[in-house]
């Protein structure tokens, strides 16, 4: 179950994605060009998703992907491109919309189903691996681990994430940050730290299956954020809990 404060914030991300911010992001997410600020954020983007796709598998065909808040797509393609056949879902009409619009011709096996709606939703099903490339950055770092939790006990693979460090120099930037032009801010996001990540994923018993196997951080100007796998190192119970099939391992 999501929290009072997940969905409050789901709520004021759906009118930042869908409304206030629709024509930056969508050009942000395009070849267009852009201020040298987003400049930065935009090489910075493509860093991350290189790194996020680097750890999946070069063959996707048959698995089953998550892009969970998917945005305009970008990932959802290259994921298709490998065979995958991925579930691409984000709050935003609009930028769902414009996925589609954008969509490129998919050669071979891989396709993506576009879905408007929460990330969280059950309906969705299970996946081999799912990806959430910059779509948690902006909750608590209690209902990120809360959210983890939810997707990992659907997921047979790995969960792929991001999160934005909290260092004095994220500090400094978002403060910083409040001298830009409306247009170049985005919404606010919520640093947390690599220690109280750990403790909270380490409370999620849902999590207990996965290893944090992986972390790698992408600098690039006024983009700064935090790659991580937690991989899945104990095959799910057979009624789906998504809990360890151990007996024993907790009481
Ligand atoms: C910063 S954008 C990143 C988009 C995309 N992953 C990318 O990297 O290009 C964050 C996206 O997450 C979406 N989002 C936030 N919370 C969500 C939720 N609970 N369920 C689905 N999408 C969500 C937003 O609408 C937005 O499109």
Redesign the pocket.
Known sequence: MASAS?DA??GE??T???RTAVEA?SRL?SDAPVSRIRATVRAG?DA??ATLLSWLPADMTGLRLL?????????SVEAARRGAEVVA????PT?IGLAQERLPAIAGAGRIDFRV????DPGLGRFDHV?????????RAADIAR?LAVLGARTDGSVLFTVAPRTALLTVMHAVGKFFPRGDR?PAIVPVTEGGLRRRIASEKALDPFAWTQSHRINSGFYLSNAVALTRTLPPPADGTGSPAVPGVRP
């Open positions: 997940y914030r789901r991300l759906t930042y994605f869908d992001w997410t983007r991350m998703r892009d969970a808040g998917c945005g305009t797509g970008a990932l879902i984000d709050v935003s930028l709606g929460d990330m969280l990806v959430a490339m910059d779509s948690l950055i902006h909750y959210a985005s």
